[in-house]
């Protein structure tokens, strides 16, 4: 039985919809051979004769969402993901924070954490700062879509590219930060201290994730189109504080997307009324 042969156009799109519904991520023709790849293994697996059945059971099973979630999600990522970001994070953003926010505590989210290496790598640069400053404190949300992912983060243990990319990369911070055996590491209690992953869809009110100093959002926004890039910004700027400072991917940019944000210097912005809207209330 070859699940893959004439699966009709109307079904292909009805996948890329359920693709939307759950996700907001925005999925074009171009894209099938690679949905139908993630999904087939999970077809079968249930004993399915075809991608129409699939629908079926998405529709009918409440369940299965979570686990097609978890399918059509991609969750790269590795430690300290974009050095540029991290310089500025421990060079320029921490210093000037600390300096402007004497006896409070930063908040930071991980937005679309995945398997939790942004909001660790956060941390360890937190705790390097504390060393410094022993008045610093600091708390970190990840939060994510796929619940399967977020087991990952939770876990806090690495092995493979990401574990090898902290060897290579970053061996100081890998022996203080992490208990190793050599071939995976676990990050130690006192990282876990100040980092908690939540499930949350871009695409809601952030209601109760309280407010931010800080917040990466980073690869993500690339797999939504430009009405969705609206809306989930819209979301995430109602959890920033007034100054609060929204870090982006490589390839995204706020450009195109008319928001509350300031350019500050590439990938980096500071929530904050552009010129216009400040004319425009002026007005
Ligand atoms: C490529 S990873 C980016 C991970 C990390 N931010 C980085 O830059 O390395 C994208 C993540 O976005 C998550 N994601 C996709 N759609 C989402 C949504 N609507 N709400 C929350 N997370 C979403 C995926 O599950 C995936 O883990």
């Known amino acids: 039985m ?3 042969q004439d699966v009709e156009p109307s079904v292909q799109r009805a996948l890329f919809e359920q693709v939307r519904r759950h996700t907001g991520i925005a999925m074009s023709e171009r894209k099938w051979t690679m949905l139908k790849g993630r999904l087939r293994r999970r077809v079968m697996a249930l004993g399915l004769p075809d991608y129409r059945d699939y629908l079926q059971v998405l529709d009918t099973n409440a369940d299965e969402v979570g686990d097609f979630i978890d ?6 990522t590795s430690f300290f993901r974009t050095p540029r970001i991290w ?11 600390f300096a402007a926010h004497c006896g409070e505590t930063l908040r930071v989210w991980s937005a679309a954490s995945s398997s939790g290496e942004e909001a660790w790598s956060t941390a360890m640069l937190c705790e390097e700062f504390r060393a410094r400053e022993a008045a610093f404190r600091y708390a970190i949300v990840g939060t994510d879509i796929s619940d399967g992912i977020l087991a990952s983060a939770r876990a806090g243990s690495y ?24 071939a995976q590491a676990d990050v130690v209690d006192a ?3 100040h980092v908690v992953f939540r ?7 952030p209601r109760d994730l309280g407010q931010f100093d800080l917040v990466l959002l980073r690869n993500v926004l690339i797999y939504f189109d430009l009405e969705g890039q609206r809306a989930v910004l819209a979301n995430v700027r109602r959890a920033m504080r007034p100054d609060a400072v929204l870090i982006v991917g490589e390839s995204e940019s706020l ?9 500050e210097q590439p ?6 009324h552009s010129r216009e809207e400040r004319d425009h209330e002026h007005a």
């Open 2 to 4: 070859d699940i893959d």
């Open 71 to 76: 399918l059509v999600t991609t969750n790269e």
């Open 87 to 97: 310089e500025y994070f421990a060079q320029t953003f921490l210093p000037q924070w």
């Open 159 to 182: 092995k493979g590219r990401s574990f090898e990319g902290l060897r290579e990369r970053h061996a100081a911070l890998l022996q203080k930060y992490f208990h190793s055996d050599g």
């Open 191 to 193: 990282l876990r201290a």
């Open 199 to 205: 499930r949350h869809n871009l695409y809601a009110a």
């Open 255 to 263: 450009s195109r997307v008319t928001t509350g944000f300031t350019f």
């Open 267 to 272: 990938l980096v912005y500071r929530n904050g």
